[in-house]
DNA sequence: CACAATTGAGTTGTGCGCAACTGAATAGTA
DNA sequence: TACTATTCAGTTGCGCACAACTCAATTGTG
């Protein structure tokens, strides 16, 4: 049916839908970075950050669901924000497998200066809210969509070829 | 005008862009990863390869302006390529700063491999080619609007606040 | 209860991305 | 023609992402 389209297109890098993605997020990233230097927070610091304002105490495992990381990648950032004082570390009780993390004092405070951060992005950035909103449900379906493929063998539909 | 929406609600998860951006580049990188690795190579080296199938012998400059990556990136990447013997390095004759890298013969034979790499990715994720088009186009326009932000001091306009 | 399997956090190693820097080559200018 | 400024590639250092691994704690099963 579909004719396939010459694949040397679909080797041109402005046909690739990921390089598009990355250099979004590498764009936003930057705009991020500039608005974080104050709060000396990177950017998964920060969305770290605003998973416990926003849940209070988690485990380590449980705030890698949230921010679709793995112990890998959070030990050092936890450990990193933890010798900033921003959050403190601890052996749950009930399982002695889990540590805690919750925010310091210092931490409920960067709140406040935190809340100026998406004001300066939208801000800088110029784009329309609802828009936002929008490419932020595709972008949520999309990533839905590919954690589903990358986890089974073959998505796109049980009868495909 | 818009009523400023609660300041509490802009610091949640599930409210940032840049966040679902994040992820599903990752989610897409996921895939790639699969796909790639018969070819031993990693996504940006992919990317650089792309670019040097199109457009022939490129100086580190250009290939950098083309996917968007500095010196300190591109140098350490092509010379894993080059030591996977798919690329070679030479100085420029006309401007000895400059270095030009073009593929190697197991460079160029490594581009029919890569031909069923876009196929395999379309595959597993099952996108619409209409929607994977629309989302590249949006994306590129908020890239470079993301760019322009970063460079220019403040973007969103002559009149913003 | 004993013991294998699983779970949770951490470590190690590799590669990407970026800032800040070095050093050589070229361009621009007094 | 000297001399400064810029350009280009590369290096260093740091943080993130991920795979593969370790080790202790817990769970499940006989």
Same mark, same amino acid.
């Given at each position: 049916?579909?004719?396939?389209?010459?694949?040397? +297109?679909?080797?041109?890098? $402005?046909?690739?839908?990921?390089?598009?993605?990355?250099?979004?997020?590498?764009?936003?990233?930057?705009?991020?970075?500039? %608005?974080? #230097?104050? /709060?000396?927070?990177?950017?998964? =610091?920060? /969305?770290?950050?605003? %998973?416990?304002? =926003?849940?209070? $105490?988690?485990?380590? #495992?449980?705030?890698? $669901?949230?921010?679709?990381? +793995? @112990?890998? !990648?959070? &030990?050092?950032?936890? #450990? *990193?924000?933890?010798?900033?004082?921003?959050?403190?570390?601890?052996? @749950?009780?009930?399982? $002695?497998?889990?540590?805690?993390?919750?925010?310091?004092?210092?931490?409920?405070?960067?709140?406040?200066?935190? =809340? &100026?951060?998406?004001?300066?992005?939208?801000? *800088? !950035?110029?784009?329309?809210? @609802?828009?936002?909103?929008? /490419? *932020?449900?595709?972008?949520?379906?999309?990533?839905?969509?590919?954690?589903?493929?990358?986890?089974? %063998?073959?998505?796109?539909?049980?009868? +495909?070829?």
């Amino acid at each position: 049916m579909t004719t396939t389209p010459d694949a040397e +297109d679909l080797l041109r890098l $402005e046909h690739q839908v990921c390089f598009a993605l990355h250099n979004a997020t590498r764009a936003f990233g930057g705009i991020y970075r500039d %608005a974080l #230097k104050d /709060l000396g927070l990177t950017y998964p =610091q920060y /969305l770290a950050m605003i %998973a416990l304002w =926003q849940h209070g $105490e988690l485990t380590v #495992k449980r705030l890698g $669901e949230l921010l679709r990381l +793995d @112990s890998g !990648t959070l &030990s050092p950032l936890l #450990k *990193r924000l933890e010798t900033a004082g921003l959050v403190v570390r601890e052996r @749950s009780a009930l399982d $002695e497998r889990s540590v805690l993390v919750r925010t310091t004092a210092a931490g409920e405070a960067l709140r406040a200066e935190a =809340q &100026s951060v998406p004001v300066t992005v939208a801000r *800088r !950035t110029g784009l329309d809210p @609802s828009d936002l909103r929008e /490419l *932020r449900a595709l972008l949520g379906r999309l990533t839905d969509r590919l954690d589903a493929a990358g986890a089974g %063998a073959d998505a796109a539909g049980p009868t +495909d070829c």
